[in-house]
């Protein structure tokens, strides 16, 4: 048995005193360590201490090589030259901003292959024959392409933004359908829907919100081209806007944002400078007066304008005023109503009579009241529109347009005058009768301001060279017409004497005019007659002076001339109530006339007497035969009044030199007026 070995000991040698006295101080080391050791903050320094990870290798996307002796080489990826940082602090400082330089050169890098300018067209060409033909084919399974067609048109290319409205203009066209769509919030909340009907809503508030989204990119581009005309090549974006706004309007008054296709529209007429958008609104206009049947377009138009002219201060072409000419008032509009349906089913004595009532069940009347929500609803789908309807729509037409033409008589703004009084010639006969009196004060106001311009306008011809274009003569027989077409309609004749209407000025001034009137070279002038331009006024260089800007209409001064005689010698609601004085001064007066006339207004005169002489013939025989006399002293055509002129005293002796007259018409016509008196006096 194997005996155990020894246990060596560890024999340590004495301690010396140095050492022990160490030993002493290392303790005391230890102890201060370990006591100040319980206020380190070791997480805190564990979080700030610098981290060594393991970097990632990134992968190799090279492709291997093939050396000439058959050896296949792998080339690994070039290593990144970073600069050996000592610290944090330069990494930050220096090293981020390297990084930042290569991601942007990176994406530089990236979008420097650009597809051609011509490249791009050609493809949207492309993608929206082929999304329009798509919409064309199905609307109904492709609402969605409504929002792609507008993706296509927010390219920055100028072209794409024009092909695309345009594109979108021929699709709304021909997927707009013939009613107003209603919004969702209108019907119930629970309410059951089949599928084809769902599908169909479907649809509907896809086109609304496309459409939407489209009628306000077209106010944007309009709005854009007013401040800054398109300066690039050809039609520019804005002007293609506009004409896209007025064939909407027009195509399709009855669908949903027709008020913000009109704002377009009459934002372009805000604008004095008139050119070829400017004439397209104006056309769509006059098309949707025209062509309105319900009254509500034509109100919401009007009232759109008005608010416009008013902001703007009346500071708008007279084109824009002489709109109000083409709306359908005149014919159509009652002023007492619809009788249709005021009288339906109504007695005698205006009351309906008393029906025996039928005795219905609680689910019967409930039937009943359905059918009817239902009638209503299916009335205003079909867009039909009664007659009282129109009729209030209509009315309320008017009082915006008469509120507008009384601010600018009030404002007396000078170029929008004659356009003004135009219009109230025209709708004279639904006037009030309360306002007749303070119109005729207005109307004879006028006739005075306009005396007064004319005789300002010799001696400060070179200071109003730039002012507004105005023609006083006509202002004032359109004044002349406005009065008395106020008495011709309304029974308002009748009612003169508790009126208080006098018209004797309008009839004396009338006749003060017409020497001056016979002698106006632009006598038969109309609105778009040619001029030739003055050589010694200085602003008829300009090209734009070719034509007659001061005119109204279309109605020329001759006409308006007759107008005015017709309703003074010939008025229709008391035709045999003239006084002879005042016919035998007019006839002499237009005699006279009619030899500075030119050969139409003076065939145009002489039919006129013709006229007056087969009702009157009586009444102004003497002044064809000079041997009976019947006034005393001379006459004088220049007289204050019709009255005092003493007509009875001449002749007309006019006659005989009008028989010599180069114009075979005007020789006829007078044969035709001394037939008429040979006639009358048998």
Same mark, same amino acid.
């Given at each position: 048995?194997?005996?155990?070995?020894?246990?060596?000991?560890?024999?340590?040698?004495?301690?010396?005193?140095?050492?022990?006295?160490?030993?002493?101080?290392?303790?005391?080391?230890?102890?201060?360590?370990?006591?100040?050791?319980?206020?380190?903050?070791?997480?805190?320094?564990?979080?700030?201490?610098?981290?060594?990870?393991?970097?990632?290798?990134?992968?190799?996307?090279?492709?291997?090589?093939?050396?000439?002796?058959?050896?296949?080489?792998?080339?690994?990826?070039?290593?990144?030259?970073?600069?050996?940082?000592?610290?944090?602090?330069?990494?930050?400082?220096?090293?981020?901003?390297?990084?930042?330089?290569?991601?942007?050169?990176?994406?530089?890098?990236?979008?420097?292959?650009?597809?051609?300018?011509?490249?791009?067209?050609?493809?949207?060409?492309?993608?929206?024959?082929?999304?329009?033909?798509?919409?064309?084919?199905?609307?109904?399974?492709?609402?969605?392409?409504?929002?792609?067609?507008?993706?296509?048109?927010?390219?920055?290319?100028?072209?794409?933004?024009?092909?695309?409205?345009?594109?979108?203009?021929?699709?709304?066209?021909?997927?707009?359908?013939?009613?107003?769509?209603?919004?969702?919030?209108?019907?119930?909340?629970?309410?059951?829907?089949?599928?084809?009907?769902?599908?169909?809503?479907?649809?509907?508030?896809?086109?609304?919100?496309?459409?939407?989204?489209?009628?306000?990119?077209?106010?944007?581009?309009?709005?854009?081209?007013?401040?800054?005309?398109?300066?690039?090549?050809?039609?520019?974006?804005?002007?293609?806007?506009?004409?896209?706004?007025?064939?909407?309007?027009?195509?399709?008054?009855?669908?949903?944002?027709?008020?913000?296709?009109?704002?377009?529209?009459?934002?372009?007429?805000?604008?004095?400078?008139?050119?070829?958008?400017?004439?397209?609104?104006?056309?769509?206009?006059?098309?949707?007066?025209?062509?309105?049947?319900?009254?509500?377009?034509?109100?919401?138009?009007?009232?759109?304008?008005?608010?416009?002219?008013?902001?703007?201060?009346?500071?708008?072409?007279?084109?824009?005023?002489?709109?109000?000419?083409?709306?359908?008032?005149?014919?159509?509009?009652?002023?007492?109503?619809?009788?249709?349906?005021?009288?339906?089913?109504?007695?005698?004595?205006?009351?309906?009579?008393?029906?025996?009532?039928?005795?219905?069940?609680?689910?019967?009347?409930?039937?009943?009241?359905?059918?009817?929500?239902?009638?209503?609803?299916?009335?205003?789908?079909?867009?039909?529109?009664?007659?009282?309807?129109?009729?209030?729509?209509?009315?309320?037409?008017?009082?915006?347009?008469?509120?507008?033409?009384?601010?600018?008589?009030?404002?007396?703004? &000078?170029?929008?005058?004659?356009?003004? %009084? =135009?219009?109230? /010639?025209?709708?004279? $006969? @639904?006037?009030?009768? +309360?306002?007749?009196?303070?119109?005729?004060?207005?109307?004879?106001?006028?006739?005075?301001?306009?005396?007064?311009?004319?005789?300002?306008?010799?001696?400060?011809?070179?200071?109003?060279?730039?002012?507004?274009?105005?023609?006083?003569?006509?202002?004032?027989?359109?004044?002349?017409?406005?009065?008395?077409?106020?008495?011709?309609?309304?029974?308002?004749?009748?009612?003169?004497?508790?009126?208080?209407?006098?018209?004797?000025?309008?009839?004396?001034?009338?006749?003060?005019?017409?020497? &001056?009137?016979?002698?106006?070279?632009? %006598? =038969?002038?109309? /609105?778009?007659?040619? $001029? @030739?331009?003055?050589? +010694?006024?200085?602003?008829?260089?300009?090209?734009?002076?070719?034509?007659?800007?001061?005119?109204?209409?279309?109605?020329?001064?001759?006409?308006?001339?007759?107008?005015?005689?017709?309703?003074?010698?010939?008025?229709?609601?008391?035709?045999?109530?003239?006084?002879?004085?005042?016919?035998?001064?007019?006839?002499?007066?237009?005699?006279?006339?009619?030899?500075?006339?030119?050969?139409?207004?003076?065939?145009?005169?002489?039919?006129?007497?013709?006229?007056?002489?087969?009702?009157?013939?009586?009444?102004i025989a003497a002044l064809w035969n000079t041997e009976e006399r019947k006034g005393d002293g001379t006459f004088n055509p220049l007289s204050e009044s019709v009255e005092a002129s003493n007509p009875f005293a001449a002749t007309v002796w006019e006659g005989e030199i009008l028989r010599r007259h180069y114009c075979p018409k005007v020789r006829e016509g007078v044969r035709i007026v001394e037939k008429s008196v040979g006639l009358a006096e048998r």
């Open positions: 048995m194997a005996s155990r070995p020894t246990k060596k000991r560890k024999l340590t040698p004495p301690q010396s005193d140095d050492e022990g006295a160490s030993r002493k101080s290392s303790s005391k080391i230890q102890k201060s360590f370990f006591v100040n050791a319980a206020n380190w903050d070791l997480e805190q320094d564990y979080e700030t201490k610098a981290r060594k990870g393991k970097k990632k290798d990134k992968e190799n996307t090279r492709l291997p090589l093939k050396l000439p002796g058959g050896r296949v080489q792998h080339v690994s990826n070039p290593a990144a030259e970073f600069p050996s940082l000592e610290s944090d602090e330069d990494w930050l400082e220096g090293g981020e901003d390297e990084s930042e330089g290569e991601e942007t050169g990176g994406k530089r890098a990236e979008e420097k292959p650009e597809i051609p300018e011509h490249q791009q067209i050609l493809e949207a060409k492309e993608e929206l024959a082929k999304i329009a033909l798509m919409l064309n084919e199905s609307p109904d399974e492709n609402g969605g392409a409504f929002k792609a067609l507008a993706k296509i048109g927010q390219s920055r290319i100028p072209t794409i933004q024009k092909l695309t409205i345009a594109t979108q203009l021929a699709v709304y066209k021909d997927v707009i359908p013939g009613y107003r769509i209603r919004p969702v919030a209108e019907d119930g909340p629970e309410e059951k829907l089949s599928k084809d009907v769902r599908r169909q809503r479907t649809f509907e508030q896809s086109l609304i919100a496309g459409y939407q989204a489209y009628v306000k990119g077209l106010a944007r581009y309009a709005k854009s081209g007013r401040h800054h005309g398109g300066g690039g090549q050809g039609q520019s974006i804005a002007s293609v806007a506009i004409t896209c706004a007025c064939s909407l309007l027009t195509a399709v008054p009855h669908f949903n944002f027709r008020a913000d296709l009109i704002k377009i529209l009459v934002g372009k007429l805000s604008t004095r400078h008139v050119d070829d958008d400017f004439k397209k609104c104006l056309d769509a206009l006059v098309t949707l007066f025209k062509e309105d049947e319900e009254g509500r377009p034509s109100m919401e138009a009007v009232s759109t304008l008005s608010k416009m002219m008013k902001a703007r201060e009346y500071e708008v072409d007279e084109s824009v005023v002489n709109l109000f000419l083409h709306l359908r008032l005149l014919s159509e509009f009652s002023p007492y109503g619809d009788s249709t349906d005021q009288t339906n089913g109504a007695g005698p004595n205006g009351k309906k009579p008393k029906s025996k009532k039928d005795f219905r069940t609680k689910r019967e009347r409930k039937h009943m009241k359905e059918q009817k929500a239902l009638q209503k609803d299916m009335a205003q789908a079909d867009a039909l529109v009664s007659h009282q309807e129109r009729d209030k729509c209509q009315s309320e037409t008017l009082k915006l347009v008469f509120a507008t033409y009384f601010r600018i008589l009030k404002l007396r703004v &000078p170029q929008l005058m004659g356009a003004v %009084l =135009e219009g109230l /010639a025209k709708y004279s $006969h @639904l006037i009030n009768q +309360d306002f007749f009196g303070d119109l005729l004060e207005a109307l004879k106001d006028l006739i005075r301001h306009s005396d007064a311009f004319e005789e300002e306008d010799g001696e400060d011809a070179k200071e109003e060279a730039e002012a507004p274009i105005r023609n006083p003569s006509r202002e004032a027989l359109l004044c002349t017409t406005t009065a008395f077409a106020l008495l011709a309609g309304q029974d308002a004749h009748n009612a003169r004497a508790d009126l208080h209407l006098d018209l004797s000025f309008f009839t004396t001034h009338l006749y003060q005019t017409l020497f &001056p009137l016979c002698l106006n070279p632009d %006598l =038969e002038l109309g /609105a778009r007659s040619l $001029h @030739l331009p003055d050589p +010694d006024k200085p602003s008829s260089s300009s090209p734009h002076n070719s034509k007659s800007s001061n005119k109204v209409n279309l109605q020329t001064t001759t006409v308006l001339l007759i107008r005015c005689l017709t309703a003074i010698l010939i008025p229709p609601w008391n035709i045999r109530s003239v006084p002879p004085l005042r016919l035998s001064a007019f006839a002499k007066q237009l005699a006279t006339a009619s030899l500075h006339m030119p050969e139409k207004s003076a065939q145009a005169v002489l039919a006129l007497l013709a006229d007056v002489a087969a009702v009157h013939g009586r009444k």
